[in-house]
T-cell receptor
Framework: GAVVSQHPSWVICKSGTSVKIECRSL??????MFWYRQFPKQSLMLMAT?????????EQGVEKDKFLINHASLTLSTLTVTSAHPEDSSFYIC???????????FGPGTRLTVT | GENVEQHPSTLSVQEGDSAVIKCTYS??????FPWYKQELGKRPQLIID?????GEKKDQRIAVTLNKTAKHFSLHITETQPEDSAVYFC??????????????FGAGTRLAVHP
Protein backbone atom coordinates (compact mmCIF):
# COMPACT_ATOMS: atom_id res chain seq x y z
CA GLY A 1 0.00 0.00 0.00
CA ALA A 2 0.89 3.64 -0.23
CA VAL A 3 2.70 5.44 2.54
CA VAL A 4 0.37 7.37 4.80
CA SER A 5 1.79 10.33 6.67
CA GLN A 6 0.37 12.44 9.46
CA HIS A 7 1.27 15.84 10.81
CA PRO A 8 1.97 16.71 13.50
CA SER A 9 3.21 13.57 15.23
CA TRP A 10 2.38 15.08 18.59
CA VAL A 11 0.74 18.27 19.80
CA ILE A 12 -0.01 19.88 23.14
CA CYS A 13 -2.75 22.45 23.31
CA LYS A 14 -4.69 24.33 25.93
CA SER A 15 -8.27 23.54 26.77
CA GLY A 16 -10.69 25.47 24.56
CA THR A 17 -8.38 25.79 21.57
CA SER A 18 -8.62 23.97 18.25
CA VAL A 19 -6.11 21.61 16.71
CA LYS A 20 -5.81 20.48 13.09
CA ILE A 21 -4.30 17.12 12.17
CA GLU A 22 -3.33 16.36 8.58
CA CYS A 23 -3.36 12.95 6.94
CA ARG A 24 -1.71 12.47 3.58
CA SER A 25 -1.84 9.44 1.32
CA LEU A 26 1.37 9.49 -0.69
CA UNK A 27 1.43 8.04 -4.22
CA UNK A 28 -2.22 7.04 -4.01
CA UNK A 29 -5.46 8.78 -4.83
CA UNK A 30 -7.44 8.20 -1.70
CA UNK A 31 -11.11 8.86 -2.30
CA UNK A 32 -11.81 7.41 1.12
CA MET A 33 -9.83 7.75 4.31
CA PHE A 34 -10.66 6.80 7.87
CA TRP A 35 -10.05 8.51 11.20
CA TYR A 36 -9.59 6.50 14.38
CA ARG A 37 -9.03 7.37 18.00
CA GLN A 38 -7.10 5.15 20.38
CA PHE A 39 -6.99 5.70 24.13
CA PRO A 40 -4.09 4.18 26.12
CA LYS A 41 -4.20 0.38 26.22
CA GLN A 42 -7.41 0.32 24.22
CA SER A 43 -8.43 -0.67 20.73
CA LEU A 44 -8.87 1.52 17.66
CA MET A 45 -12.27 3.14 17.52
CA LEU A 46 -13.47 4.42 14.16
CA MET A 47 -14.56 8.04 14.39
CA ALA A 48 -15.52 8.81 10.81
CA THR A 49 -15.10 7.94 7.17
CA UNK A 50 -13.69 10.81 5.14
CA UNK A 51 -14.92 11.04 1.55
CA UNK A 52 -13.17 13.20 -1.02
CA UNK A 53 -15.39 16.02 -2.17
CA UNK A 54 -18.29 15.22 0.12
CA UNK A 55 -19.26 15.19 3.78
CA UNK A 56 -17.70 12.75 6.16
CA UNK A 57 -19.72 9.92 7.63
CA UNK A 58 -19.50 9.93 11.42
CA GLU A 59 -19.88 6.95 13.70
CA GLN A 60 -22.56 6.93 16.33
CA GLY A 61 -21.57 8.99 19.36
CA VAL A 62 -18.96 11.11 17.54
CA GLU A 63 -19.85 14.81 17.49
CA LYS A 64 -19.49 16.05 13.93
CA ASP A 65 -19.41 19.68 15.05
CA LYS A 66 -16.54 18.97 17.38
CA PHE A 67 -14.46 16.79 15.08
CA LEU A 68 -14.46 18.57 11.74
CA ILE A 69 -13.24 16.55 8.79
CA ASN A 70 -12.27 17.99 5.44
CA HIS A 71 -11.19 15.87 2.47
CA ALA A 72 -10.63 18.49 -0.19
CA SER A 73 -8.16 16.56 -2.33
CA LEU A 74 -7.36 12.97 -3.20
CA THR A 75 -4.24 13.01 -1.04
CA LEU A 76 -5.22 15.04 2.00
CA SER A 77 -7.78 14.68 4.75
CA THR A 78 -7.77 16.88 7.83
CA LEU A 79 -9.30 16.41 11.26
CA THR A 80 -9.87 19.49 13.39
CA VAL A 81 -10.61 19.01 17.05
CA THR A 82 -12.54 22.12 18.06
CA SER A 83 -12.76 23.49 21.57
CA ALA A 84 -10.52 20.73 22.82
CA HIS A 85 -10.91 19.38 26.35
CA PRO A 86 -8.60 17.15 28.40
CA GLU A 87 -10.85 14.15 27.67
CA ASP A 88 -10.02 14.61 23.96
CA SER A 89 -6.41 13.70 24.73
CA SER A 90 -5.76 10.57 22.69
CA PHE A 91 -3.84 8.99 19.83
CA TYR A 92 -5.50 9.92 16.52
CA ILE A 93 -4.70 7.70 13.55
CA CYS A 94 -5.83 7.90 9.95
CA UNK A 95 -5.82 5.24 7.27
CA UNK A 96 -6.42 4.86 3.58
CA UNK A 97 -7.39 1.90 1.43
CA UNK A 98 -4.33 1.84 -0.75
CA UNK A 99 -3.84 -1.92 -0.72
CA UNK A 100 -4.36 -3.66 -4.06
CA UNK A 101 -7.46 -5.32 -2.62
CA UNK A 102 -8.53 -2.26 -0.66
CA UNK A 103 -6.57 -3.14 2.46
CA UNK A 104 -6.20 -0.33 4.97
CA UNK A 105 -2.81 1.13 5.79
CA PHE A 106 -2.36 3.43 8.75
CA GLY A 107 -0.56 6.68 9.29
CA PRO A 108 1.93 7.01 12.17
CA GLY A 109 -0.63 8.69 14.39
CA THR A 110 -0.84 12.01 16.20
CA ARG A 111 -0.69 12.13 19.97
CA LEU A 112 -2.86 14.96 21.25
CA THR A 113 -2.54 16.21 24.80
CA VAL A 114 -4.98 18.85 26.00
CA THR A 115 -3.95 20.66 29.16
CA GLY B 1 -23.81 -3.76 13.47
CA GLU B 2 -20.69 -5.85 13.56
CA ASN B 3 -19.11 -6.78 16.90
CA VAL B 4 -15.72 -8.44 17.24
CA GLU B 5 -14.55 -10.19 20.38
CA GLN B 6 -10.91 -11.10 20.88
CA HIS B 7 -9.24 -13.46 23.37
CA PRO B 8 -7.05 -13.59 25.32
CA SER B 9 -6.38 -10.01 26.33
CA THR B 10 -2.82 -10.91 27.36
CA LEU B 11 -0.65 -13.81 26.33
CA SER B 12 2.78 -14.69 27.64
CA VAL B 13 4.93 -17.35 25.94
CA GLN B 14 8.49 -18.55 25.94
CA GLU B 15 10.63 -17.88 22.90
CA GLY B 16 10.17 -20.66 20.38
CA ASP B 17 6.67 -21.56 21.55
CA SER B 18 3.52 -20.99 19.51
CA ALA B 19 0.94 -18.32 20.20
CA VAL B 20 -2.73 -18.42 19.23
CA ILE B 21 -5.15 -15.50 19.35
CA LYS B 22 -8.84 -16.02 18.68
CA CYS B 23 -11.59 -13.71 17.46
CA THR B 24 -15.30 -14.09 16.90
CA TYR B 25 -17.54 -11.85 14.86
CA SER B 26 -21.28 -11.32 14.83
CA UNK B 27 -22.21 -10.23 11.31
CA UNK B 28 -22.34 -13.21 8.97
CA UNK B 29 -22.05 -10.80 6.02
CA UNK B 30 -18.48 -9.87 6.97
CA UNK B 31 -16.06 -11.33 4.48
CA UNK B 32 -12.66 -9.76 5.17
CA PHE B 33 -10.57 -10.36 8.28
CA PRO B 34 -7.22 -8.60 8.71
CA TRP B 35 -4.76 -8.81 11.58
CA TYR B 36 -2.68 -5.86 12.69
CA LYS B 37 0.41 -5.69 14.90
CA GLN B 38 0.99 -2.54 16.92
CA GLU B 39 4.18 -1.82 18.81
CA LEU B 40 4.11 0.72 21.60
CA GLY B 41 3.51 4.24 20.31
CA LYS B 42 3.52 3.18 16.67
CA ARG B 43 1.02 2.67 13.89
CA PRO B 44 -0.86 -0.61 13.45
CA GLN B 45 0.77 -2.69 10.72
CA LEU B 46 -1.10 -5.18 8.58
CA ILE B 47 0.55 -8.57 9.03
CA ILE B 48 -1.89 -10.94 7.36
CA ASP B 49 -5.48 -11.05 6.20
CA UNK B 50 -7.99 -13.60 4.99
CA UNK B 51 -11.10 -13.42 2.88
CA UNK B 52 -14.20 -15.52 3.39
CA UNK B 53 -13.59 -17.69 0.36
CA UNK B 54 -10.45 -19.10 1.99
CA GLY B 55 -10.17 -21.27 5.12
CA GLU B 56 -6.51 -20.80 5.89
CA LYS B 57 -3.62 -18.59 4.86
CA LYS B 58 0.07 -18.79 5.77
CA ASP B 59 2.96 -16.38 5.57
CA GLN B 60 6.16 -17.82 6.99
CA ARG B 61 5.65 -18.10 10.78
CA ILE B 62 2.19 -16.55 10.71
CA ALA B 63 -1.06 -18.23 9.75
CA VAL B 64 -4.71 -17.33 9.98
CA THR B 65 -7.66 -19.72 9.95
CA LEU B 66 -11.30 -18.89 9.35
CA ASN B 67 -14.41 -20.84 10.30
CA LYS B 68 -17.35 -19.09 8.66
CA THR B 69 -19.93 -21.41 10.15
CA ALA B 70 -18.81 -20.69 13.67
CA LYS B 71 -17.93 -17.08 12.80
CA HIS B 72 -14.49 -17.17 14.29
CA PHE B 73 -10.95 -16.72 13.03
CA SER B 74 -7.58 -17.20 14.65
CA LEU B 75 -4.01 -15.98 14.34
CA HIS B 76 -1.24 -18.52 14.81
CA ILE B 77 2.36 -17.51 15.35
CA THR B 78 4.92 -20.32 15.42
CA GLU B 79 8.50 -20.22 16.70
CA THR B 80 7.84 -16.96 18.50
CA GLN B 81 10.66 -14.48 18.88
CA PRO B 82 11.07 -11.53 21.29
CA GLU B 83 10.40 -9.13 18.41
CA ASP B 84 6.93 -10.63 18.08
CA SER B 85 6.07 -8.91 21.38
CA ALA B 86 3.37 -6.33 20.61
CA VAL B 87 -0.37 -5.80 20.70
CA TYR B 88 -2.27 -7.71 18.04
CA PHE B 89 -5.69 -6.61 16.78
CA CYS B 90 -8.13 -8.60 14.71
CA UNK B 91 -10.78 -6.89 12.64
CA UNK B 92 -13.77 -7.71 10.48
CA UNK B 93 -15.23 -5.92 7.52
CA UNK B 94 -17.61 -6.20 4.61
CA UNK B 95 -16.20 -5.90 1.11
CA UNK B 96 -18.08 -3.91 -1.47
CA UNK B 97 -17.07 -2.87 -4.96
CA UNK B 98 -14.41 -0.22 -4.73
CA UNK B 99 -12.86 -1.47 -1.52
CA UNK B 100 -13.59 -2.64 1.97
CA UNK B 101 -16.10 -1.13 4.31
CA UNK B 102 -15.08 0.18 7.69
CA UNK B 103 -13.05 -2.13 9.91
CA UNK B 104 -14.42 -3.16 13.29
CA PHE B 105 -11.58 -4.04 15.63
CA GLY B 106 -11.28 -6.47 18.48
CA ALA B 107 -10.05 -5.27 21.86
CA GLY B 108 -6.49 -6.43 21.23
CA THR B 109 -4.13 -9.04 22.66
CA ARG B 110 -0.90 -8.03 24.35
CA LEU B 111 1.65 -10.71 23.46
CA ALA B 112 4.86 -11.00 25.45
CA VAL B 113 7.57 -13.37 24.23
CA HIS B 114 10.19 -14.09 26.89
CA PRO B 115 13.72 -15.09 25.91
Amino acid sequence: GAVVSQHPSWVICKSGTSVKIECRSLDFQATTMFWYRQFPKQSLMLMATSNEGSKATYEQGVEKDKFLINHASLTLSTLTVTSAHPEDSSFYICSDRSGRGGEQYFGPGTRLTVT
Amino acid sequence: GENVEQHPSTLSVQEGDSAVIKCTYSDSASNYFPWYKQELGKRPQLIIDIRSNVGEKKDQRIAVTLNKTAKHFSLHITETQPEDSAVYFCAASLFFSGGYNKLIFGAGTRLAVHP
